[in-house]
């Protein structure tokens, strides 16, 4: 579960069940560079 804001969690796997299907619901999409570090 992720933290509401403006708390915060660092990325990891666990969170992708939760994060994927928002992800793949925005209308523009997301880059692969959003999480580059």
Do not use: C
């Not at 660092?10 to 880059?31: A, C, E, T, V, W």
């Amino acid at each position: 579960m992720t933290p509401s804001y403006p708390q915060f969690s660092d990325l990891h796997i666990n969170l992708r069940r939760g994060l994927h299907p928002l992800f793949q619901g925005l209308k523009d999409g997301i880059s692969e560079f959003t999480f580059a570090n």
